[in-house]
C-alpha cells in the first residue's frame, strides 16, 4: 500500500518561513507526479502546487512567487518551501500522488497543520 508521510508543519508568524516534506514509500516515485495540497477550514481542498516526474511545476496563482515545490527522487520525497507566508495560508497541508499538474491523484498523506499568526 502506497504511504506518503508528511512533516514540517507548525505555527509561525506572518513574513516568516517554512519547509514541508513528504517521503513515499511503496510507489515508483521517480516516475510519478507529486502534488500539495490544502484544505482551510470551511473550504474546499484546493491545488497548491505540483511537479512532474521531469520536473515541470504548476503553481496556484496564490502562492506563485513566494513558494517552491521541488523533489528528490533518490530520497523519494518532495519538498514545499514556503517563504513570505499569509494569514491566509493557514491550511492542513497534504501530500498527494499520482495525479497530473492540474488534477489530484489518488493517493494521500495525512496532512499536516500550517497556522500563519501573529
Known amino acids: 500500500q502506497v504511504q506518503l508521510v508528511e512533516s514540517g508543519g507548525g505555527l509561525v508568524q506572518p513574513g516568516e518561513s517554512l519547509r514541508l516534506s513528504c517521503t513515499a514509500s511503496r510507489i515508483f516515485f521517480s516516475i510519478i507526479t507529486m502534488g500539495w495540497y490544502r484544505q482551510a477550514p470551511g473550504k474546499q481542498r484546493e491545488l497548491v502546487a505540483t511537479?512532474?516526474?521531469?520536473?515541470?511545476?504548476n503553481y496556484a496563482d496564490s502562492v506563485k512567487d513566494r513558494f517552491t515545490i521541488s523533489r528528490d527522487n533518490t530520497k523519494k520525497t518532495v519538498y514545499l518551501e514556503m517563504n513570505s507566508l499569509k494569514a491566509e495560508d493557514t491550511a492542513v497541508y497534504y501530500c498527494n500522488a499520482g495525479g497530473t499538474s492540474s488534477t489530484m491523484g489518488n493517493y494521500w498523506g495525512q496532512g499536516t497543520q500550517v497556522t500563519v499568526s501573529s
Open positions: 511537479i512532474t516526474s521531469d520536473g515541470r511545476t
